[in-house]
C-alpha cells in the first residue's frame, strides 16, 4: 500500500460515524441469520426494495431454523417479486446446510461461510466482518467501483486474473482495527457519494487521495458486456368455475419452482389447447438479466368443462397465497 493511502482507512471509518447510514434495520446486529439475509436480499437489489421484503421475511421465518424447516414452495412465495429467484432457492439450501451441518449457528469464518450453498467470497466477508469482526476485505458492486476509482485501477475486471489483483489491494487497505465499520463505510460511500453516473466527489472523505476522480467514469474497467437476446411466449390464462390453472416451472431455468399460467412457443399452440373463446390481452415486456421477454397473455373463460392441461386449479381468491412471478402478480390484479 502506498504511502498516501496509509490513512484511508482510518478516513472511511470516520466519515460513516458521521456521515454513513445507520438507520437500515440489519445494523446494529451482529447476528449472523440477520446480516446474512439482508446480504443476500442487497445482491443486485436496491435498499428501498429490499425493506419491506425483509420485515416480512423476519416476520415469518424468525430464526434460520424457522427458515430450514419451511416449504420451498412458501419461501418463494414471500419472495415473488424480488427478482432473481436463485437467490431465494439459495436461501432455502443455505438455511437448511446451517441447520443439518452446524446444529443452527452459522461459522464463524468468511472461508467456512464460503462453503454454505448461494454465500460467495464478498458476502462471506461481509457476515464475517459485521458480525464476529474478522479482518477481512468484501469486494461487492459498490465496493468495486469505490477502490477502482480510488486506485485508478486499471485492470479489466472481467478478468479473473485482475478481479483476484483488486482483492488483494482491498486486502492492503483493511485498517488493523474496526473492521466492521470500515465496511459498512465503503458500501455507504458507493450506495451514497461514489455513484455509477455523477459521483459527489465533493462529499468524499477521501477524495485528495483519489487517483481516479478526474475520469471517475471510467472505472471501474469491465469491458465484456452480456449479450442480451429476446424471446417470445404466449401465457394461457384459463378459467373455470372462479379457478385459474398455474403451472410450476422446472428447475433449472427461468423462475425455476414458481407457478405460472401455462406457457407457449406461439400463438397456434395455445389456441389448439386452449378451446374457448380467447380474450388477447396487452402484451408484458419483461427484462431479466441476459434476454428481455415479451409475454402474450391471452384469457379464456370456460363455460364447459376443461381442457386437459397438466397442472393445478386454484381459485382466484387463493392465488396470492402462490409463488407467482412479478408480472403475473401484476397482471391479475
Not at 29 to 58: C, K, N
Not at 124 to 152: H, P
Request: charged letters at 20%; a positive charge; glycine letters at 6%.
Amino acid at each position: 500500500m502506498s504511502e498516501a493511502l496509509k490513512d484511508f482507512g482510518l478516513r472511511v471509518v470516520a466519515w460513516q460515524k458521521r456521515h454513513g447510514r445507520h438507520e437500515l434495520p440489519w445494523q446494529h446486529t451482529r447476528d449472523p441469520y440477520r446480516v446474512w439475509l439482508s446480504e443476500i436480499m442487497l445482491q443486485q437489489t436496491q435498499v428501498t426494495t429490499v425493506l419491506g421484503y425483509y420485515a416480512r421475511f423476519l416476520e415469518r421465518f424468525p430464526t434460520v431454523l424457522a427458515l430450514a424447516a419451511a416449504p420451498l414452495d412458501e419461501v418463494l412465495t414471500l419472495w415473488a417479486g424480488l427478482g432473481y429467484y436463485s437467490r431465494a432457492r439459495n436461501l432455502h439450501a443455505c438455511a437448511q446446510a446451517v441447520a443439518a451441518l452446524h446444529g443452527g449457528a452459522f461459522p464463524a469464518s468468511a472461508a467456512q461461510l464460503q462453503t454454505l450453498p448461494g454465500i460467495g467470497r464478498s458476502t462471506a466477508a461481509a457476515i464475517a466482518a459485521f458480525c464476529f469482526g474478522e479482518r477481512v476485505a468484501i469486494l461487492d458492486g459498490n465496493v468495486k467501483r469505490v477502490l477502482s476509482r480510488v486506485l485508478a485501477f486499471d485492470g479489466d475486471l472481467a478478468s479473473a486474473r485482475e478481479e483476484n489483483r483488486l482483492w488483494d489491494h482491498a486486502t492492503a487497505l483493511l485498517p488493523q482495527r474496526d473492521v466492521d465499520r470500515y465496511t459498512q463505510g465503503l458500501m455507504d460511500l458507493g450506495a451514497t457519494v461514489c455513484s455509477a453516473r455523477k459521483p459527489d466527489c465533493g462529499a468524499c472523505p477521501v477524495n485528495d487521495l483519489c487517483a481516479g476522480q478526474r475520469e471517475a467514469e471510467r472505472y471501474p474497467i469491465k469491458t465484456r458486456k452480456l449479450k442480451r437476446s429476446r424471446r417470445e411466449n404466449w401465457w394461457l390464462w384459463l378459467e373455470h368455475e372462479g379457478r385459474v390453472l398455474l403451472q410450476q416451472r422446472p428447475a433449472p431455468g427461468v423462475w425455476a419452482g414458481l407457478w405460472t399460467l401455462p406457457l407457449f412457443d406461439d400463438e397456434a399452440s395455445l389456441r389448439a389447447a386452449a378451446g374457448g373463446q380467447l380474450e388477447p390481452l396487452p402484451r408484458i415486456e419483461h427484462a431479466l438479466t441476459h434476454f428481455d421477454w415479451v409475454l402474450h397473455p391471452v384469457r379464456a373463460v370456460l363455460s364447459d368443462a376443461a381442457p386437459a392441461l397438466p397442472g393445478i386449479w386454484v381459485a382466484r381468491e387463493e392465488l396470492a397465497s402462490y409463488a407467482l412471478p412479478a408480472p403475473l402478480k401484476k397482471l391479475f390484479g
